[in-house]
Each structure stands twice: as structure tokens, then as C-alpha cells.
């Protein structure tokens, strides 16, 4: 199945934006509904994450930003295109009242970026990273993937700092 998304950010709310990890991938905005025109591959049954770090502007209210995905069924090449508009009011402003599985993820992406000495992380630490992935597994208690998480940040610090 071929699927696409795109997020359309609204410039009178957000200030600047970026797809964390992927600040070079991109398709031009006439080219998501070419249906030619390759986004990138995810294989069949897998999931992906996209994270975006987004600035709003202060006071900002409003759409924020207008999710599409588009995808082409593999037996009938149909393509059905769906959309999903988000507002500021729809945002938490402190990140422990998000979901555990959201706070998951940004912190594994901020591992990531410490990792491969990024610029976006120069103020970030494994310290704190570790300090963040504690906290997390709290809610997350017996959940695998976050108990092997916290072991990866415990030895990425130990040889690192």
C-alpha cells in the first residue's frame, strides 16, 4: 500500500518548525497529491512515528496545523485522502500531562540527537535524558521496550559521561 502525510502548519500560529531526525526529507507541496512521486518506504505492517518541534507564536490560538494522508489501496489503486485539523487549545503546554507513550518517544528522539552529536541537542545530556526515562517508566512499569530503553540510556552514559 503506497500512503503519504503531509502537515500543513498554519504561519499566522507557528513560528518554525521542524521533522526531528529527518530535517532533510521532504517533498515539495504539489508533489504529495502525485501519486508518482515517492515519499519514502516504510515496509507492510509497520508503524511510524513523525515528530515535529513546533514554535508557536505567543498568544497563539487557532489551527496550528492541518494533518493529510493519503493512501492507495494495492487492489483497487483507489486513493482515498483523509484530513484532520489540530488548534492550539489541543495542545498540552507541560510535557508530564502527555501521554507516557508521547514523552516516550521525544525522549527517545532527544537520545537520538545526543547520540549523533546533533546540533538540536547541544543542550541536552544523557543525564538528563536517564533522569527523564526514569520518570517515564514509572507509567510505563511493565512495559518492555521502556525497561530496555532505560538500560540503553544507563550504558550509552556510563561510556559517554
Given at each position: 500500500?503506497d ?8 504561519p ?6 521542524r521533522?526531528v ?15 508518482t512521486?515517492?515519499?519514502?518506504e ?7 512515528t513523525a ?12 489551527r ?9 489501496d ?9 484530513s ?10 507541560d ?13 527517545v ?5 545526543i ?5 538540536w541537542a ?11 526515562t ?19 540510556v ?7 559521561e
Open positions: 500500500m500512503a503519504k502525510v503531509q502537515v500543513d502548519f498554519n499566522a500560529v507557528v513560528m518554525r518548525y521533522l531526525g529527518f530535517e532533510n526529507r521532504a517533498i515539495a507541496d504539489d508533489e504529495f497529491r502525485d501519486n512521486v515517492d515519499a519514502g516504510i515496509g507492510a505492517g509497520h508503524t511510524v515528530l515535529y518541534e513546533i514554535k508557536l507564536y505567543p498568544e497563539a490560538y487557532g496550528v496545523a492541518t494533518v493529510y494522508m493519503r493512501w492507495e494495492p487492489d483497487t489503486r483507489a486513493v482515498t485522502e483523509i484532520k485539523d489540530f488548534d492550539a487549545n489541543e495542545i498540552a503546554y510535557f508530564r500531562e502527555t501521554d507516557p507513550y508521547f514523552q516516550r518517544a521525544v525522549v528522539a532527544e537520545y537520538a540527537e547520540l549523533k552529536d546533533s546540533y547541544e543542550e541536552g545530556s544523557l543525564s538528563a535524558v536517564y533522569k527523564e526514569e520518570r517515564i517508566s514509572e507509567y510505563l512499569y511493565r512495559d518492555d521496550v521502556m525497561d530496555e530503553f532505560v538500560d540503553l544507563r550504558q550509552a552514559r556510563r561510556i559517554r
